[in-house]
């Protein structure tokens, strides 16, 4: 921004108006009203303060593009599989009442046993693991300390191994000694094969223990026991193979808001192309289907709605499935091109949408399990839709308008207040193939306006050359007039709506808008001012 | 600035000043035979060679200024080069005791307070619209701004000194407590505004000094200094009727204002376009706050110890004793203040029996045009005297004259 200092000479005055209203009565100051004139504000309005500089693309002759790039959705993980925490228990006891003395190192437990995790339809016959802890408690009644021993057939720790040894101290059935042993599984591969490798969500384990040999044996008898409690908690899968089974995940009602025509509060706008690519990635290692039901363009402000009308939505889109490069997914890709030509693409974008409704149903392996089990997943594999909306600026404009609500924060109060009416100026030297008209209205909370501010005269279009682009900019100017009534209504805590509505200078055909198109503006106010009234 | 009202209220009470615009008087010699006296003074006069006394009696009491009333100054100003204004007031009580050297000396010991505020100004025409009317009259021209400047000191002092009991030459050495300092000196500024208020622009080469701006009444201690003040009187021995001259100075001296005063020189010329936004559809740029007014003023002040000179006055005078009590007397006086011209002062003052005396006098220069004034002085008993003046008569006939003071005092023989 550049650096700009009000003459000292204002300083000057402004001093030696403090100096000679110093003498006052009381706590009063006299009051006089002056006229001010001075510039407030200049700047240059160009299409990329309408539009983010990320979506917009200068083509080399200039013209300019709007490339909109959004998300529809994104299911990964959490949608697709979820592997719930899972827990296990074994036990021993005395069959009959005892007592029986028993020596030491004598071998208490010893469970061969397969655990089949339950998850939801889906049978995995490998589990990779990101994230998980595997939680042994040990509840101990005999009088000894106890070894264990957790041999899980189908483990491999990263380390290598999969066998964990545990130990708990004597206790009685009155005190029992808990002992709990954690182990992170982070890394962790699990063959869910079971035994004889025919199995699915099936994890071989042998649990055994023993009196400590090291000390002198139990006297046990039915009331004491041993319980241990096996707990798989938080497992997060960096890999899961198997079959998924056929399921659908139905999204309806989902919404993507639309901030491009943000500002745009009415008017209409005729676009000349209009082009939307759906691009959607495949990373799961499944057949998708996804039914693409419903895509409505919302205008909330007016209830306008507009529902594309395609062929992609006459019909479902088959996905296939990714391929298991073994250290990661190859996705696959689908890409549909939708233009004015082959669809209402236009028009849907013609209603200044503010979002996006739609409805979508995804289904997974909708033809079974044709892959025979080798359905895949990886931490990584995603299931994603966008949506690139790209529109050359090329259009016509009738009554388009942009708003911005203002609340100035003005010297003084609404009990006392400097500024008493005044003038606006604005001053502009138009580049743009639009005229601009402005409106300023006083507002309340909820929009009503509560006083319009009269403007006179607009900010006249650039004039166009034979190829239809400005080939000289237009001075002109608008002036608006608040009255002392609508500054105190300012000064009340209401809001500045400021409204400009743009025309194109030729309403049938489109105009081209070029990057270098500016609209110089320059606002001047006139003032009438209350020295010491804001006291 | 209420302290300030009050206190020309209280110093209702003056005591004639022996130079100045005053009406000179004959001595009382009865009473200032006494062995102690005590004198409680107070003056304060305000002048203007264009500002008519209206603007400055709005400001006084708070008062709205309508446009008529700044317009009439403004018709007043027209046509002049400048326009000059300055004010004053004082209060002192000073206490003078026997003669030294158990009476034998011509001495006598003499302490005095004061409490005293000086302002002076002198701005151009165009300055007095731009400030009272706004620069939009100024729409596509320039307003001439410069030269201009303004000085206003306030301060207390505490004298101790010797009196000639019989001339009254007088020799005090005071000090100096400031209370409040403000300095603009202007060489040259001037302000285009374009048309519409498209730009303002403007050259400026100024100076600004103040005193601590935390504080400026009378009980702020922003500055300590030191002055001297003294009159020397004489009689001319050729002339046929007894005839006197004498030259004084009060206040002569400097005030070291502390480290918290702030200053600001500007030379420069600057364009103003109006505030450069990214965004003209934000129009909450378009009005800023007070800190960023003083950035964009650039008037982000310097810190710092400053010595001046306090706004002394000067004067010489010349009187003759005539028959049958009469006296003339003739006056020049300066005061240190910006564009203060000399003052003259031509006095005729007559005794009236044994206790009273009267005069009149006739001044011109200093910061208006011509005063008539009158004064006049009348003991009570032998103990009690009261005198007045007014050094302006024409100032109270309204609002629309130029000029206005007032001198009243008791002295008390003890």
């Known amino acids: ?155 491999t720790f990263p380390e290598g191994g999969n066998t964990l ?28 094969r079971g035994p004889l490798f025919n199995s699915f969500n099936t994890l071989s384990s042998l649990i055994s223990t023993q009196l400590d040999p090291a000390g002198s044996g139990a006297t046990i008898t039915d009331q004491d026991s041993i319980i241990i409690t096996v707990d798989y908690i938080g497992l997060v899968p960096q890999y899961a193979k198997g079959s998924f089974g056929r399921r659908v995940v139905e999204q309806q009602g989902q919404d993507l808001p639309l901030d491009l025509f943000r500002n745009i509060v009415d008017g209409t706008l005729d676009l000349e192309q209009v082009r939307l690519s759906l691009n959607i990635e495949n990373g799961v290692g499944m057949d998708l289907q996804l039914d693409l039901q419903r895509f409505t363009a919302v205008n909330s402000r007016s209830g306008t709605t507009v529902d594309l009308t395609h062929a992609i939505l006459d019909g479902p889109i088959n996905l296939n499935r990714a391929i298991d490069l073994g250290t990661g997914p190859q996705p696959s890709y689908y890409s549909n091109e939708l233009d004015q030509d082959d669809s209402n693409i236009d028009t849907f974008l013609e209603v200044l949408p503010d979002r996006i409704d739609y409805d979508v149903v995804l289904r997974i392996n909708p033809l079974g399990d044709i892959s025979n089990g080798n359905d895949f997943l990886y931490y990584e594999s995603r299931l994603k839709a966008d949506l690139e909306l ?41 580049g743009f193939p639009f005229d601009a008209r402005l409106e300023l209205a006083l507002v309340d909370t909820t929009g009503a306006v509560l006083s319009s501010i009269p403007v006179s005269g607009s900010l006249q279009a650039g004039i166009l050359g034979p190829d239809r682009t400005v080939v000289q900019a237009r001075n002109s100017e608008a002036r608006a007039t608040v009255s002392p009534e609508q500054l105190d209504l300012l000064y009340q805590g209401r809001q500045l709506r400021l409204r400009a509505i743009f025309n194109t200078v030729d309403q049938v055909e489109h105009v081209r808008l070029l990057e270098h198109y500016a609209l110089d503006v320059r606002i001047t106010a006139r003032a009438n001012y209350l020295v010491n009234g804001d006291e | 600035m209420n302290k300030r009202c009050s206190l020309l209220l209280a110093t209702g009470l003056a005591v004639l000043c022996a130079h100045g615009q005053w009406t000179q008087l004959p001595p009382d010699a009865a009473q200032d035979s006494a062995r102690h006296m005590l004198r409680i ?48 007031y004082l209060g002192r009580v000073t206490w003078t005791g026997t003669r030294l050297q158990q009476g034998r000396s011509r001495w006598r010991p003499t302490i005095s307070l004061a409490l005293q505020e000086h302002a002076g100004a002198r701005i151009t025409p165009d300055l007095y619209d731009l400030v009272f009317f706004g620069n939009a009259r100024f729409e596509g021209r320039t307003a001439a701004l410069a030269p201009a400047a303004y000085e206003q000191v306030r301060y207390s002092t505490l004298g101790i000194g010797v009196v000639d009991h019989r001339t009254r030459s007088f020799a005090r050495l005071e000090l100096v407590q400031g209370a409040s300092l403000t300095a603009v000196d202007v060489d040259w500024a001037d302000l285009y505004t374009g048309v519409d208020g498209r730009v303002l622009r403007s050259a400026v080469l100024a100076s600004y000094l103040n005193s601590d701006t935390a504080g400026s009444d009378w009980t702020r201690n922003n500055g300590l200094g030191a002055a001297l003040s003294g009159r020397w009187e004489s009689r001319i021995r050729a002339a046929a009727r007894p005839a006197y001259f004498s030259v004084g100075v009060e206040d002569l001296g400097f005030v070291h204002w502390n480290a918290n005063s702030v200053g600001l020189e500007k030379d420069t010329v600057v364009r103003f376009d109006g505030v450069a936004v990214d965004n003209v559809l934000d129009l909450d740029a378009i009005l800023i706050g007070e800190e960023q007014l003083l950035d964009t003023l650039g008037l982000r002040y310097r810190t710092g110890a400053r010595t001046r000179i306090l706004p002394f006055r000067a004067h010489v005078s010349y009187r003759i004793d005539g ?21 003259l002062t031509a006095s005729l003052a007559r005794r009236v029996g044994g206790r009273g005396a009267w005069g009149a006098s006739v001044s011109y220069g200093g910061y208006g045009g011509v005063l008539v004034g009158a004064g006049g002085r009348y003991r009570v008993g032998r103990r009690f005297t009261v005198e007045a003046s007014l050094p302006q008569l024409i100032g109270f006939a309204g609002g629309r004259t130029r000029g206005l003071g007032a001198l009243l005092a008791v002295q008390v023989a003890l």
């Not at chain 1, 109060?413 to 502009?428: I, K």
């Open chain 1, 1 to 155: 921004m550049r650096k700009n200092h009000l003459p000292g000479s204002l300083g000057i005055v402004l001093l030696l108006t403090l100096l000679l209203s110093g003498c006052r009565k009381d706590d009063r100051a006299s009051r006089w009203d002056v006229d001010v004139l001075a510039p407030l504000v200049t700047g240059r309005f160009t299409i990329r303060d309408l539009v983010a500089d990320s979506l917009l693309v200068v083509d080399a002759d200039g013209s300019v593009r709007l490339v909109y790039e959004s998300n529809l959705f994104d299911v990964g993980l959490d949608t697709l599989f979820a592997a719930p925490d899972t827990e296990f228990v074994y036990s021993y006891a005395l069959p009959f009442p005892g007592p029986i003395n028993f020596p030491a190192g004598l071998q208490l437990l010893d469970i061969a046993d397969n655990s089949r995790f339950d998850l939801d339809g889906v049978e995995l016959r490998r589990l990779d693991l990101r994230e998980g802890l595997l939680r042994i408690r040990t509840r101990n009644m005999v009088q000894s300390a106890l070894l264990g021993r957790f041999e899980l057939g189908g483990a």
């Open chain 1, 165 to 192: 040894n545990t130990s708990a101290g004597p206790g009685t059935p009155q005190a029992p000694t808990v002992t709990t042993f954690t182990r992170d599984l982070s890394g962790t591969r699990l063959d869910l």
């Open chain 2, 41 to 88: 003074e107070g003056r304060f006069l305000y002048n203007s060679n264009a500002v008519l006394n209206e603007l400055p009696a709005h400001l006084l009491r708070g008062d709205d200024l309508d446009r008529e009333l700044r317009q009439r100054s403004s018709d007043a100003l027209a046509g002049r080069a400048r326009a000059v204004f300055g004010y004053g």
């Open chain 1, 390 to 430: 790209e529109v050359p600026l090329r259009l016509t404009a009738n009554a388009l308008t942009l708003e911005t609500l203002v609340q100035p924060d003005l010297p003084g109060s609404a009990e006392g207040h400097a500024l008493q009416s005044g003038e606006l100026t604005v001053l502009g030297t138009n």
């Open chain 2, 323 to 343: 028959r049958s009590g009469w006296r003339f007397g003739l006056e020049a006086q300066y005061q240190h203040l910006p564009s203060y011209l000399p003052q």
